[in-house]
């Protein structure tokens, strides 16, 4: 008995053996560079080589000193432009996209494929076919504004300072909409028909069932969409480089903090600063992250949202 006893314990543990690959992954790939970035940028660098200790030097520079200070607050005020129109682009689309689909709509498999068929696309593939579609002369778009008589409209949307951040933010919230809706979906189909049956029976109309019911049962979907949402919207970098490069043009008005670190940690010759800045611009980045993250669970949970 006590020898079996022994073999059942040993089995026990061995299950977690089992957990070594992913946390060696996600040690190697997630918590090294984390803790090599929040070391470097305590440091002075001369091109790749880490030299003194300086302390917080780096983010006072970046901070306070031109023009690292004008390139980080732009960055950073886009990276919020990026956020709240995601939450209107895709939060709320693919929220009311998730809801018509949940009704009895004919088709609705169909249409659920290709919503998300966009997601399976490359970054690169889906930034370079939208470049050829906003292009000013040659572009889907502008002639087919121009073929419904709305030349007025047609614009370098790309190149103008006032459409070229908007323009990536539409193409990213369609690449991205169908996962938040199958998010969505798979919420709405664990609530219970019979609450939604009581409720019409009581006289409820559709409105008062979305907004009394459908969204208080929804609320963990909506807080790990809006916590994605955030981290998406702060660490966005592959549609801004596919479509904009690094230099988030024009004239940096789609320059994000991620393509601001590239630049500084990767792009530029300084041989003083440029990794220790980078890195700092990464802990800042981590840090918003964190504190964003924190707020809203809290908000969800002060509000009860999660029962």
């Not at 169908?178 to 409820?204: C, P, T, V, Y």
Request: aromatic fraction near 16%.
């Amino acid at each position: 008995m006590e020898n079996r006893r022994g073999t059942l314990k040993i089995k026990k543990h061995l299950v977690h053996l089992f957990l070594l690959p992913a946390a060696l992954l996600y040690g190697v790939f997630q918590l090294y560079p984390l803790i090599t970035a929040a070391l470097n940028s305590l440091y002075s660098f001369k091109g790749f080589d880490r030299q003194d200790f300086i302390g917080l030097n780096n983010f006072i520079t970046l901070f306070t000193e031109k023009p690292y200070n004008e390139f980080f607050f732009n960055a950073i005020s886009h990276n919020w432009i990026y956020f709240f129109v995601t939450v209107i682009t895709q939060l709320i689309v693919s929220l009311i996209l998730a809801l018509i689909i949940h009704s009895k709509v004919k088709g609705k498999e169909f249409f659920k494929s290709v919503y998300f068929l966009p997601k399976l696309l490359s970054v690169i593939v889906i930034g370079f076919l939208f470049s050829l579609i906003l292009n000013p002369t040659r572009g889907a778009l502008n002639s087919l504004l121009e073929g419904i008589g709305l030349e007025a409209l047609t614009r370098p949307w790309l190149g103008s300072m006032d459409t070229a951040l908007l323009s990536i933010i539409f193409v990213d919230s369609w690449a991205s909409i169908g996962f938040s809706m199958l998010i969505f979906l798979a919420g709405l189909q664990a609530i219970d028909n019979e609450i939604f049956e009581a409720a019409r029976i009581d006289g409820a109309n559709t409105f008062t069932v979305i907004t009394r019911i459908t969204l208080p049962m929804l609320a963990p979907a909506l807080m790990v969409m809006s916590v994605l949402v955030f981290i998406g919207s702060f660490e966005t970098f592959e549609y801004v480089f596919a479509m904009q490069g690094s230099s988030g043009g024009p004239y940096y008005s789609t320059d994000v903090l991620t393509t601001f670190f590239y630049r500084l940690a990767f792009g530029t010759v300084d041989g003083g600063q440029a990794i220790g800045l980078g890195s700092a611009v990464a802990v800042v980045l981590f840090i918003i992250i964190g504190i964003a993250t924190c707020i809203i669970l809290f908000f969800f949970k002060r509000n009860d949202f999660e029962r």
